[in-house]
């Protein structure tokens, strides 16, 4: 599978350390481990942390043919907090190198040779309209590429109408429950929340086939063919949840391409967000067999 992966990269602060992340970029990271061909349209800046993630993604197998280097902004930046349960709050600096990506005529040429099968966007890059423009242009000239929309809403980086918009774009959404229930709030009033019905209602809005709404510990929903299935989670000691949902959201693609049964799709991406989120940074080092492992420890414990 060819996945060409759009927007960020930055370095998560956590403290007196720094990880290398950004939702585009952990993704892909997880995507190649899985086995996929991943190109990843970003920008970074001219600067020594600009010049290390550009050595940390071709460490990581990523293509970074289309990684751009924008001279006037920085290489982008996340001061990241962390509560007792390990769950991250972002401060994001901008503007930022990411927000100067550009698709000009040789970036068209170069994903017409490429020609990606998914197209993995969240929000936060597209919060400029040229930024929404460039992504516009991409969809239009690879009208066969399906997208993999990862919503991801960082305080004060997002509006509804820009989500609504790239929504109607998105194959399969991804978003977290928190996210649903804030949607729900501003788009159905004072009714009250219920997951089913959001779901169903954002589908049919936007003509979107697949959702899957990340539930934290307690596992993910996903709603297709007009029905919203749940499915546990996996029980790990957690260090740090940053990352750990776009490690889940490659497990996903990776496992529905593979045309693996719903329930089979989901615990694997459950096990592998899992597996992230008990390590420290947004992609720490794991295997497949330890991904396979924790899965079949899940599902022994849920048998027993």
């Known amino acids: 599978m060819q996945i060409l992966s759009l927007g960020e990269v930055l370095w998560d602060v956590i403290g007196a350390q720094e990880y290398l992340g950004g939702a585009p970029l952990n ?3 997880a995507a190649a481990r899985l086995g996929h061909a991943v190109a990843l349209l970003t920008a970074v800046g001219d600067d020594a942390r ?56 040789s970036v068209l040429q170069h994903l ?32 066969r590429a399906r997208c993999f929309y990862d919503m991801n809403l960082r305080a004060g980086h997002w509006n509804l109408p820009l989500v609504q918009r790239l929504s109607k774009r998105a194959h399969i959404l991804k978003l977290n429950e928190d996210e649903a229930e804030l949607l729900s709030q501003l788009t159905s009033g004072a009714r009250p929340f219920v997951l089913e019905v959001f779901c169903r209602e954002w589908a049919a809005a936007h003509g979107i086939a697949t959702i899957c709404v990340t539930l934290g510990s307690k596992g993910c929903a996903v709603f297709t063919e007009d029905c919203l299935c749940t499915f546990p989670g996996v029980s790990v000691q957690v260090a740090d949840t940053v990352g750990a949902g776009d490690s889940f959201a490659a497990a996903f693609l990776h496992a529905l391409q593979q045309g693996w049964p719903l329930a089979r799709v989901a615990a694997f991406a459950n096990a592998l967000g899992a597996l992230v989120a008990s390590r420290s940074g947004a992609t720490p080092a794991w295997t497949l067999e330890e991904c396979e492992q924790l899965m079949a420890t899940a599902q022994a414990s849920a048998s027993s």
Do not use: K
Request: glycine share 6%; with cysteine.
């Open 27 to 29: 993704f892909s990271v």
């Open 50 to 105: 600009g010049r290390r993630a550009l050595e940390a993604m071709q460490h990581h197998g990523i293509d970074t043919s289309l990684v751009q280097t924008a001279s006037s902004c920085a290489t982008g930046t996340a001061l990241v907090a962390t509560d007792a349960s390990g769950n991250a709050r972002f401060v994001i600096q901008r503007p930022a190198a990411f927000d100067c990506i550009h698709a000009d005529a």
């Open 112 to 143: 017409a040779m490429l020609q990606p099968d998914w197209i993995y966007f969240g929000t936060l890059a597209q919060t400029s309209a040229e930024s929404e423009q460039t992504l516009a242009r991409l969809l239009e000239s690879l009208p």
